[in-house]
């Protein structure tokens, strides 16, 4: 007898236990009882933790907690000549091209919220940007693999995004630091991508319809079930309301001293005086980290769950909130009370992409999931303060709802493509804010100064009275 979506979640523990186990928002087990569907994606999670079986679960049965509204599928389609690799999306859109990088399991596929990046170089950077769990890239631009990879360039330890979309086949390296071709270090990640396609359109129907689902397939055996995947992409309950800072955020606090990269291979000197600066890692990169090593702080990274209390146990002069995928109202659950007890010890905050929302959330405002985000290095922000412009590389799909700020917060930087808001300052704590990313990588230096003005922030309020 199949369970109920009810049955599922009291056998979890609950819905904030049932969050938890599977990563996700509560926003998002709100979206299972409703939709009556829960993504394929958590299956084996549920199956783990509550004993029940395959059988338990089969769809034939009058109250189906999986794919309730699934109908029998259909024999594996074959594609059309050439083609090797499918884009599905959860409109029913499908996109045939060629595959590259690793195949996808014959029982499943990447899938995750479509978006576009329009930067020009860097694709080794986007593609380790934790920012990006979660979601499936297209580059506008053409040239994809032109540069290769190498270990130098990665953000993180692994692959954030769940894949890739490129309009022409993968170009060759050609850049004296490449030591790995593109298809081969995606193949060796278990990441898999897909060429051939019209990323004009994408980005198009992006831009003007908003982000929706898309499953990457790219099997081995060069066989489809279209409508298998048409069902999981519906079935996939999209960023808002998860917590995806949990899962790349590091499994216990670590130091960082090493300072930014410069050409033709080295990095910078790190400078003689320094200060105890804890960042929070809610998916951080590792140019921000060199950036606050060569602004002058001595960096220790605890991860995304660490309480206040776990913060303030390093005595830091200064407390730095990182970016991150995912939903700030989901990750606020724990964050907020951590920033709150951070802001109340009269620590300096600076916070960047979603440690930007979390703070401003901290401070009392709402955030709001934006109509197609931001995503790029060429995105214009007008500093308020000095009436500078500068062009910014930004990944977030969530923003600061201004008219929620409280009156001790002001608005400091604004987008000048949409008018969302860029930046906040505290006049009641030592606090500031940027929607988008200063250390670039990849992407123009423009705001590296604010790394500069956080510590001296820290300089100020830590002086002797």
Excluded at 33 to 59: E, F
Excluded at 130 to 137: D, K, M, W
Excluded at 323 to 351: C, M, R, S
Excluded at 385 to 404: C, L, P, R, W, Y
Aim: glycine share 10%.
């Amino acid at each position: 007898m199949p369970s109920s979506i009810d049955h599922i979640i009291d056998r979890l523990g609950g819905a904030d236990n049932a969050a938890r186990l599977t990563g996700v928002g509560t926003e998002a087990i709100r979206k299972w009882r409703q939709a009556g569907a829960i993504p394929p994606k958590h299956w084996a999670v549920i199956l783990r933790q509550t004993g029940l079986s395959l059988a338990d679960l089969h769809p034939d049965g009058p109250e189906t907690p999986m794919t309730e509204r699934q109908a029998p599928a259909p024999p594996s389609v074959t594609p059309p000549a050439g083609a090797t690799a499918a884009l599905v999306l959860a409109d029913g859109t499908v996109l045939w091209g060629r595959g590259f990088g690793a195949h996808t399991p014959a029982s499943g596929a990447a899938i995750g919220e479509l978006c576009f990046s329009t930067g020009l170089t860097g694709y080794q950077e986007t593609l380790t940007d934790p920012s990006f769990a979660g979601q499936i890239i297209t580059f506008t631009f053409p040239h994809i693999g032109n540069v290769g990879t190498n270990e130098a360039d990665d953000e993180a330890a692994r692959i954030a995004a769940h894949g890739l979309v490129v309009k022409q086949d993968l170009t060759e390296p050609a850049n004296w630091r490449a030591t790995q071709g593109l298809d081969a270090w995606l193949t060796a990640r278990g990441v898999p991508g897909i060429c051939g396609i019209d990323t004009r359109a994408v980005t198009l129907r992006v831009r003007d319809g908003g982000p929706q689902t898309a499953i990457l397939s790219y099997p081995a055996r060069g066989t489809f079930d279209i409508a298998a995947l048409r069902a999981q992409a519906a079935a996939w309950p999209g960023l808002e309301g998860m917590d995806l800072a949990r899962e790349v955020t590091c499994a216990e606090a670590y130091t960082w001293a090493e300072g930014v990269w410069t050409w033709p291979g080295g990095t910078l000197p790190l400078p003689l005086k320094r200060r105890r600066v804890v960042a929070v890692d809610y998916g951080a990169k590792r140019n921000i980290l060199r950036c606050l090593a060569n602004a002058g702080c001595d960096v220790t990274v605890v991860p995304a769950t660490a309480t206040a209390e776990d913060i303030l146990a390093h005595d830091p002069a200064g407390v730095f909130l990182s970016n991150g995928p995912g939903d700030p109202a989901a990750t606020a659950e724990y964050a907020v009370p951590a920033i709150q007890g951070v802001l109340a010890a009269g620590k300096p905050v600076f916070g960047i992409c979603l440690g930007h929302q979390l703070l401003a959330r901290a401070l009392g405002a709402r955030t709001y999931k934006l109509a197609r985000g931001h995503r790029g290095a060429n995105q214009p922000v007008k500093d308020l303060g000095t009436g500078k412009v500068e062009i910014t590389s930004q990944n977030h799909g969530f923003a600061v709802d201004e008219s929620s700020l409280p009156d001790d917060v002001r608005v400091t930087h604004s987008s000048l493509f949409d008018g969302s808001n860029e930046g906040i300052a505290s006049t009641r704590y030592p606090a500031f804010s940027v929607q988008y990313h200063p250390e670039a990588s990849p992407g123009p230096s423009d705001s590296h100064y604010l790394f500069d003005r956080f510590v001296a922030l820290i300089d100020r309020t830590n002086q002797p009275a």
